[in-house]
């Protein structure tokens, strides 16, 4: 399965992105997809994700009520609404394929997408 993230951009604090996790060669539905970013210098970190039949959610708590997932399996994309975006929040996002999406959140990530980058400045 290929993935690929879009919908990064540059924002001011307090806008909001759509990102998109759109997939080909496979169809989505059969996976959990977790979303994940990365800032300089720093580790790439969870941020949230979603279980195959989206009866499972997770959110990093630095994004708990700010970011929502979402998935189309119809149009084979999961989404990540992300509101009141912060400077914090500056990073390249990546999305996944995961093994599974639990309360502690995602684990054995398989296939990764190329990243889109976000970046949250006044």
């Known amino acids: 399965v290929q993935l690929q993230a879009s919908g990064g951009g540059s924002v001011q604090p307090g806008e909001s992105l759509r990102l998109s996790c759109a997939a080909s060669?496979?169809?989505?539905?059969?996976?959990?997809i977790g979303w994940f970013r990365q800032a300089p210098g720093k580790e790439r970190e969870a941020v949230s994700c979603i279980s195959r039949n989206a009866g499972s959610t997770y959110y990093k708590d630095f994004v708990k009520g700010r970011f929502i997932i979402s998935r189309d399996d119809a149009k084979n994309t999961v989404y990540l609404q992300m509101n009141r975006l912060k400077p914090g929040d500056t990073a390249v996002y990546y999305c996944?394929?995961?093994?599974?999406?639990?309360?502690?959140?995602?684990?054995?990530?398989?296939?990764w997408g190329k990243g889109t980058q976000v970046t949250v400045s006044s």
């Open positions: 996944a394929t995961v093994n599974g999406c639990y309360s502690g959140g995602p684990f054995g990530m398989n296939y």
């Open positions: 060669g496979s169809t989505l539905a059969s996976w959990s």
